[in-house]
C-alpha cells in the first residue's frame, strides 16, 4: 500500500484523487489546498486540510498546482527528506525545494473538469533524483493501472511542447472545423467521426505515412479553390501555412 | 438487393467493394477500370472490366475517380437515365452528364490503403436531382451500415474544406509532434493516448470547451518558453500562428 498526500485542488490533483481513491493500492492520507472550499465536497471520502502544518506522514507527496506556485508551496512544506513529486510538464525537478526527496509524476493526458479518464491511457513521464525513490513512482502509476517511463527534464519538457501541438493546436483546427460548418448550417456531429478515425489511424501507422488530400497531392486547383470558399483572414493564414508545412514534408526529394 | 457498379480502383472504390462485397443488401454486378490490372486481385469475387461498352444494368453506377476524370467518364457512358453517383468533395452534382440522373454519394471519411474501415464511422452526404433517387441512395448507405444526411453541393464543398482542417491538418501536427520528440530520442508511442483522448473529447464536448494549455491562459512565460525550444522555423511559425488563432477565439470579451 502506498500511502500519499495531494496538495493542490485543479483537474490533475481531482482526477488523480479519484484514481488512487479506487485503488486498493493506494490510500490518500490527506488532500491540501490553500482554500479548503473547492475540496469540501470530498469531506467524507478523505481528511481535507488547508494548513500545511497539519501534514502527517507519507509516502508520496504530489504538489498539483500551477507552474508558478510548486517552488514556493515546496519551500513551506514543513518536513525534510521525504519524497515530493510535482506533476508539471514545464518547471524542472530543481524547482522543488533542495531539503526533500524530489521527483516529477508527470501525466503525459489532457485532462477536463467533466470528462472523466480512463487512467490506463495516461502515461506518466517519472523523474527522482535518489535512485530508491524510481520504483515508488513506478508502483504508484501501475496502482491506478498507468504505462509509466523514466523522462529527463529535456525530454519531458519536449513532451509537454509536443503535447501544445498535439493537443491544443489539433483541438483549434477542430474548432476551425466547427466554425466552418456552423456557418454553413451544417450540424458538426458529421465530422465527429473523421476526428476520430484521423487520431486512430496514427496508432497504427506514421503521421507521414497516414497523410492524404490536396497540399500532399500538390493539388494546385483544389487548394485555390479552397482559400477562395475561407471567408476568414485567420483560417486562409492557418490553410496557406499548414499546406506549406505538408508540402514541405511530402515535396519531392532531390 | 440493390445491384451496383464501381468505376475506379482507388481508395474509396476498393473500401466501397469490400464494404458492399460483405453486405448481404447489395451485389455488385461489374467494377470497371480503365487498366485492369489494379482489379485484378478481385477477379474471383466479381466481373472485372475495363471496356465501358460491356457495362451491365445496375441500380447505382458508383464513379470513384479523381476529380478530373468525373465527367469525361460520366460523358463516355454507353446508357441514359440510369442514376450515377460521384464520390468527391468538391465536385459539383452538375458536373456528371446530363443525360443521366444524377447523385452524389460522398463518404466524409480518410481511406488509406491499408486501414480497415468500419463503415458504420463513414457518413455518407447524399445529393440528387431526381427526389426519387434519394431512396436508392440512402439504402445504399444503409445496406453497409453508415449513416447519411441528404448534403448539397455547397455543403458538401464546406464539409470537404473542413475536412483538410480536421484531418490534413491535424495529421500534420501529429507529424510535428513526431519530428520533436524525435529529435529528442523519444518514442512517438508515448503521445499516441494524448492524440486519441483528443480526439474522444470533443465526441462530447465542443471544442471551444475542450481547449486546454498556454494559449488559451494567456501564459506568456510558458509560450515564450516553448518558442526558445524549437529549433525548426516551419515549427515557430505553426506555433505562432496557432498560439494567436486559440488566443482570438479565447480572447476576453469586451
Chains 1, 2 share one sequence.
Not at 210 to 222: E, I, L, N, S
Request: hydrophobic fraction near 40%.
Amino acid at each position: 500500500m502506498i500511502s500519499v498526500c495531494i496538495l493542490g485542488a485543479g483537474n490533475v490533483a481531482t482526477h488523480l484523487f479519484n484514481a488512487f481513491n479506487k485503488s486498493d493500492k493506494v490510500v490518500v492520507n490527506q488532500w491540501f489546498n490553500r482554500t479548503i472550499k473547492p475540496l469540501q465536497p470530498f469531506k467524507n471520502d478523505v481528511e481535507i486540510i488547508d494548513d500545511l502544518a497539519k501534514l502527517v506522514k507519507a509516502d508520496v507527496y504530489i504538489i498539483a498546482v500551477t507552474d508558478d506556485a510548486i517552488f514556493d508551496i515546496s519551500k513551506r512544506l514543513p518536513f525534510e527528506d521525504r519524497l515530493v513529486v510535482h506533476t508539471s510538464g514545464s518547471v524542472t525537478i530543481h524547482d522543488l525545494d533542495k531539503k526533500l526527496h524530489r521527483g516529477v509524476f508527470y501525466p503525459l493526458q489532457t485532462f477536463s473538469k467533466d470528462v472523466e479518464i480512463n487512467f490506463a491511457n495516461v502515461p506518466f513521464c517519472l523523474e527522482v533524483l535518489e535512485k530508491e525513490n524510481l520504483e515508488t513512482l513506478k508502483n504508484l502509476a501501475e496502482a491506478i493501472g498507468s504505462p509509466h517511463s523514466k523522462i529527463n527534464t529535456e525530454q519531458r519538457q519536449t513532451l509537454h511542447l509536443a503535447a501544445v501541438f498535439i493537443n491544443n493546436f489539433t483541438n483549434q483546427l477542430y474548432r476551425v472545423g466547427h466554425e466552418i460548418s456552423d456557418a454553413k448550417n451544417i450540424n458538426f456531429d458529421i465530422l465527429k467521426p473523421l476526428i476520430l478515425e484521423t487520431a486512430k489511424k496514427v496508432q497504427s501507422i506514421s503521421p507521414y505515412l497516414a497523410q492524404t488530400g490536396p497540399a500532399k497531392r500538390h493539388d494546385k486547383k483544389t487548394i485555390k479553390r479552397h482559400l477562395k470558399l475561407l471567408e476568414n483572414k485567420m483560417h486562409e493564414d492557418i490553410y496557406e501555412l499548414l499546406t506549406k508545412a505538408i508540402k514541405q514534408t511530402h515535396g519531392k526529394k532531390l
